[in-house]
Nanobody, 129 residues
Framework: QVKLVESGGGSVQAGGSLRLSCVDRKYTYDYNCVGWFRQAPGKEREGVAILYTGAASTYYADSVKGRFTISRDRAKNAWYLQMNSLRPEDTAMYYC??????????????????????WGQGTQVTVSS
C-alpha cells in the first residue's frame, strides 16, 4: 500500500512563497504520474501540477502557470511544489497524489482526480490579502 506523507503547508501573505513536499515511504517508481491537487471549500478537487516520471514532462493548470513549479528527487522518492507569488485564491487544502502512468510522446498527462489512486493526507495552504 502506498503511503504518501506531505509537509510544507502554512499561512502566508499574498505575494509570498511556500514549498510543499511529498514522500512515498513505501515504493519507488520510474513510470508514475506524481502531482499536486487542491480543493477549496465548496469546490471540486483540481489538478494543479503533475509530473510524468518517465519523461520529466509536466502539466500545470492555467491558474498557476509561471508561479508554481513541480519537481522531483528520485533518490528520495519525493516530489515538491514550489509556489511563488501566492494569491488569496490559491487558498485550499493541497494533496499530493500518484498513480502508475505509461505515456507515449503523444499522450497528455492526466490531471483529473479520478486518474489517481494514491493520495496524501492533505496540507492546508492559506494566503491572506
Amino acid at each position: 500500500q502506498v503511503k504518501l506523507v506531505e509537509s510544507g503547508g502554512g499561512s502566508v501573505q499574498a505575494g509570498g512563497s511556500l514549498r510543499l513536499s511529498c514522500v512515498d515511504r513505501k515504493y519507488t517508481y520510474d513510470y508514475n504520474c506524481v502531482g499536486w491537487f487542491r480543493q477549496a471549500p465548496g469546490k471540486e478537487r483540481e489538478g494543479v501540477a503533475i509530473l510524468y516520471t518517465g519523461a520529466a514532462s509536466t502539466y500545470y493548470a492555467d491558474s498557476v502557470k509561471g508561479r508554481f513549479t513541480i519537481s522531483r528527487d528520485r533518490a528520495k522518492n519525493a516530489w515538491y511544489l514550489q509556489m511563488n507569488s501566492l494569491r488569496p485564491e490559491d487558498t485550499a487544502m493541497y494533496y499530493c497524489a500518484t498513480s502508475p502512468c505509461f505515456l507515449s510522446e503523444h499522450d497528455s498527462i492526466p490531471y483529473a482526480e479520478s486518474e489517481y489512486n494514491s493520495w496524501g493526507q492533505g496540507t492546508q495552504v492559506t494566503v491572506s490579502s
